[in-house]
């Protein structure tokens, strides 16, 4: 038997109850395949505020540090908006990233076919198939740039500075390359170089590290376009490398167009197979507390751990296999269930997956 650490974030909002239903699932993976996890719970973000006075406990990082990989739920609210931005909970999630070197984000868009309906697309644009992974750069750009308020010449004004450098650009779009000789081999490096000189460089990089990847077919898309086409033929993508902020519209663009955000996983990984895990939606502090919530992305995301951080690639695969059959018999959480068709519990489920297990 295999014993594998895992640090738990759940957040804020929603993100305890779909975490309950993730970790349930790999307990019960675990005792199907032979393996134990054990969990670690940790705060951050707002829970952290309510209970420590910081959004981002200072232990936080070297816990992390000391176990196999990361499964977060969702932090932030409305609840935590007044406070000053550096203590703001989705500030931690930039500092989670930076001081465990996550510089590489996965964001796959699936589109199942049982869920084709809830696509706003038109059929003929998505294709037989959806399937894209967006590759995103994490830790760099204008998110971690120089940021501050000045006199201006139209008085205070407010200023964030993208940077990039060579090195940053170049490790990510390995990541990407490297992705894309898994799949269909073809990449899309999304940039605005007609604009940025940080695109120019970004899109010199990407293009220098293609010559060491001659399978892949390498096209280069404005992120206006990108944008575009995503809604226009989603269907014409497979992998999609761009930079933070572009990655940060583009990846929630595409969850949409499978339907809901509540589906899709997402993984932010540092070099070797270190990585934290999270599902691509927010808190919904909304609907927090309901048991309505979809736990799909935050299961998806625990089998996304298994597979790129502790090489469990078939007990990811069961995993998978079971979403997918559940979503073939007709269950839905409120958020995919068609007008006029009964939804069921977040409980429910997580309970109906494992049972496929």
Known sequence: MSDYRIAVI?????????MDEALRTLEKAGSVFGHSFSFTKLLMGGA?????????????????????????????????????????????LLKIREGLGLYANLRPAIMHKALAGACPIK???????????????????????????????FGPEAYDVERYSETEI???AHVAFKAAMARKKSLVSVDKANVLETSRLWRRVVSEVSAEYPEVSLSHMYVDNAAMQLVYRPGQFDVILTS????DILSDEASMITGSLGMLPS????????????????????IAGKGIANPIATILS????????????????????????VLNSGMRTADIAEPGTSAISTAAMGEAIRARL
């Open 10 to 18: 759940p957040g804020d909002g929603i993100g305890p109850e779909i």
């Open 267 to 286: 993984a932010s990984l540092s070099d070797g197979s270190f990585g934290l895990y999270e599902p691509s939606h927010g808190s919904a502090p909304d």
């Open 302 to 325: 625990a089998s996304m751990m298994l597979r790129y951080s502790l090489s469990l690639a078939k007990e990811a695969d069961a995993i998978d296999y079971a979403v997918e059959s």
């Open 48 to 92: 952290a505020y309510d209970a420590v006075g910081t959004c981002f406990p200072e232990q936080t990082v070297p816990v992390c540090r000391s176990h196999d990989a990361v499964l977060l739920g969702a932090v932030g609210g409305p609840k935590w908006d007044a406070l000053p931005g550096p203590e703001r909970p989705e500030k931690a």
């Open 244 to 247: 933070n902020m572009f990655g």
């Open 170 to 172: 170049r490790r990510i």
């Open 123 to 153: 059929p003929e644009n998505v294709g037989d198939s959806m399937d894209l992974l967006i590759v995103r750069e994490l830790t760099g750009g204008i998110y971690f740039g120089e940021h501050g308020w000045r006199d201006g010449k």
